[in-house]
């Protein structure tokens, strides 16, 4: 049985929707930046079009480059980093706790509303559950940290330091400046969902620039272009002309 074309009843066309949806994930644009970027390359789109396509199109397209990178990759299962950030929705304060790995790959990413142990249970009973147990996680000095590791029998695997998780602070800075740009989060649902679409997208292009010269750069950018699923490859070449 064949699956119905997602993009059947649209009018525009499908390499306009796939870029203004991977522009607006990829980098910190708001909605009126990628309307008027598209207007530059002669692209007539309403913002509330784009946000209309981000929230049909975004979760199918980041499912798509997720199933590629992990076919026949493994999660790194050596160090993982354990943070979480304050997020207002509404005004109010929420949790999101996310895992990274030692590369800076994001593994995981829960949004809550309390940082309790029942909180950190869930999340570290989650991450596991899709990737496996570390060898060692390291944490900040929270003890609902330590409260949900001795609830999985992880305790022994805990290490905290000063500047031991700088790797998942830093991991912090692409989303935060993603946050000022979509100017916050209205609910939990929305923050959820975005959190998982940008991490797929960010770990796709996330190439650690600072570590490779120019020339490794724009061969591991070429690459990471070139390796997404065949059904959006025509976003770079649209993204190109």
């Known amino acids: 049985?064949?699956?119905?074309?997602?993009?059947?009843?649209?009018?525009?066309?499908?390499?306009?929707?796939?870029?203004?949806?991977?522009?607006?994930?990829?980098?910190?644009?708001?909605?009126?930046?990628?309307?008027?970027?598209?207007?530059?390359?002669?692209?007539?789109?309403?913002?509330?079009?784009?946000?209309?396509?981000?929230?049909?199109?975004?979760?199918?397209?980041?499912?798509?480059?997720?199933k590629r990178r992990i076919n026949g990759m493994k999660s790194s299962l050596w160090r993982w980093h354990l943070d979480e950030m304050f997020v207002k929705i509404n005004g109010e304060r929420h949790y999101l706790w996310r895992a990274v790995d030692h590369e800076g790959e994001v593994l995981e990413g829960f949004v809550t509303k309390t940082r309790d142990k029942k909180a950190a249970l869930k999340f570290l009973k989650k991450a596991m559950r899709k990737h496996g147990r570390p060898q060692i996680i390291v944490t900040d000095r929270l003890r609902s940290y330590g409260a949900a590791l001795r609830e999985v029998g992880a305790a022994d695997q805990q290490e905290t330091g000063r500047w031991l998780n700088n790797r998942a602070e830093n991991s912090h800075l692409p989303f935060r400046r993603r946050e000022r740009a979509m100017q916050r989060f209205r609910r939990m649902r929305s923050l959820q969902l975005f959190v998982s679409v940008h991490a797929s997208v960010f770990n796709h292009f996330n190439s650690e620039r600072s570590l490779s010269s120019r020339a490794n750069f724009k061969q591991n950018r070429s690459a990471a272009l070139l390796w997404l699923p065949p059904t959006m490859q025509e976003v770079s070449d649209l993204a190109g002309a």
């Open 1 to 66: 049985m064949t699956k119905d074309d997602p993009f059947k009843y649209f009018r525009t066309s499908r390499e306009i929707i796939r870029l203004a949806v991977m522009m607006y994930v990829r980098f910190p644009l708001s909605l009126r930046n990628v309307e008027d970027l598209l207007h530059e390359r002669g692209i007539d789109v309403s913002h509330e079009s784009v946000r209309f396509w981000w929230n049909r199109f975004g979760p199918m397209f980041a499912a798509e480059i997720r």
